[in-house]
């Protein structure tokens, strides 16, 4: 199990994070509100990090703070929810908003997510309200030590517009939804991380 990931980002294509430890370079895919919060390319950063094997693939899964990374694991738990999903679900809201989301048993904020409809929404209520109930939201950050420096520009070949939407069609979203979301809320000015962060927020 790999457990936990200290390197230098070598690139940054959300949701995916190429970080060099050692000379080996990990492929990771982080959750939106995660993302956002990375230092810039070439800066040092830590991940508490899920390893999942599987027969046509090994995923690599990180997490800034040990509380996101313990909901991720309860998530995929949960019947019907994969690593997809829980990746989705994470980077349409925090994980407290999440937690509040359901102990309040609010059906309509979960079946705005994609690939939550609203029986997976209830049965999200239903499976997870007794294991969130003590949910550790306020673990002390042990993720990136210092660095919120999500605003920092991202090389990339393509449009940041063109970035938004693979990122958000990569977390499950419907081109038609995504190509919408954004084409509402970009501007010239706007970096791909930027209209990603408006974006999901006109979705959820």
Known sequence: MIGRISGSIIA??????????GGVGYEIQLPMTCFFELPAVGQPATLWTHFVVREDAQLLYGF????????????????????????????????SQ????????????????????????????????DRLKD??????DTGLPGNALGDSPVPAV???????????LALGYKPAQAEKAVHKVATP???????????LKTMV
């Open 12 to 21: 940054k294509q959300a949701p995916d994070l190429l970080i060099d430890v």
């Open 64 to 95: 800034n703070q040990l509380h996101e990374r313990a909901l991720f694991r309860q998530l995929i738990k949960a019947q019907g929810v994969g690593p997809k999903m829980a990746l989705a679900i994470m980077s349409g809201m925090s994980a």
């Open 98 to 129: 999440f937690v509040s989301s359901v102990q309040q048993g609010d059906i309509s904020t979960l079946v705005k997510i994609p690939g939550v409809g609203k029986k997976t929404a209830e049965r999200l209520v239903v499976e997870m309200r």
């Open 135 to 140: 949910f550790g939201q306020d673990n002390p």
């Open 158 to 168: 393509a449009s940041p517009r063109d970035d938004a939407l693979s990122a958000l």
């Open 189 to 199: 000015e706007m970096d791909s991380e930027a209209i990603i962060r408006h974006a």
